[in-house]
């Protein structure tokens, strides 16, 4: 971790009723948790575009652990996946086509957190991507390729043009969900 919490710092300015947090302490952005798209296209590509795989899984998401930058030292705890819901893929004005997802409520404490608060809240945001750490089941897919074929051609293109990667088939779980520069999928 590159920006590990001290754990031991003294704050002689806080009081008890500090440590009660109360809701006007947070703020309640939305972000986009996970789109039905293929991340990491270049390197390691895997496919979460299956229908129906996201959805039957974003509940798993409520209650996850926030963090910035996938650094999962307690202390970087920022905040808590509050609720979720599913977005169906639609066209913006400028004629992008977003995929389907899962958006999610997130609850970050802005008092003990205030820097990101404010990065999240102005306009426009200098906070605005999101990541997951999925743990997932999947299948080749090119399934008549044997294993180490498909593991050195993974992440490129077949004869075709079709892209060789992971197909997420069922999510297993959400271990925490990150602020970040940028993230794998480019709709998050």
Excluded: C
């Excluded at 789109?35 to 390691?44: C, F, L, T």
């Excluded at 926030?66 to 819901?85: F, K, P, Q, R, Y």
């Excluded at 426009?124 to 997932?136: A, E, L, Q, Y």
């Excluded at 043009?161 to 990150?178: A, C, K, N």
Aim: proline share 6%; net charge negative; glycine share 6%.
């Amino acid at each position: 971790d590159s920006s590990s919490p001290n754990y031991s710092t003294y704050y002689p300015e806080v009081t008890a009723e500090d440590l009660n947090p109360k809701d006007a302490d947070f703020i309640y952005p939305v972000f986009r948790m996970l789109s039905e798209a293929i991340v990491h296209k270049q390197h390691n590509p895997i496919d979460f575009s299956k229908a129906g795989i996201l959805k039957a899984a974003m509940n798993k998401l409520k209650g996850q652990t926030i963090n910035i930058d996938h650094e999962t030292a307690l202390g970087n705890a920022i905040g808590s996946v509050m609720d979720v819901s599913w977005q169906k893929g639609y066209t913006t004005s400028d004629g992008i086509e977003v995929p389907a997802g899962i958006n999610a409520t997130l609850k970050i404490d802005g008092k003990s957190n205030p820097r990101i608060a404010r990065g999240i809240l102005m306009d426009p945001p200098s906070i605005h991507s999101n990541s997951v750490t999925v743990r997932f089941k999947w299948e080749q897919s090119h399934p008549e390729m044997e294993t180490e074929e498909f593991y050195n051609k993974l992440g490129s293109f077949d004869s075709k043009g079709e892209l060789i990667r992971r197909v997420v088939i069922e999510v297993v779980s959400f271990h925490e969900t990150s602020l970040v520069a940028h993230g794998a999928d480019p709709f998050a």
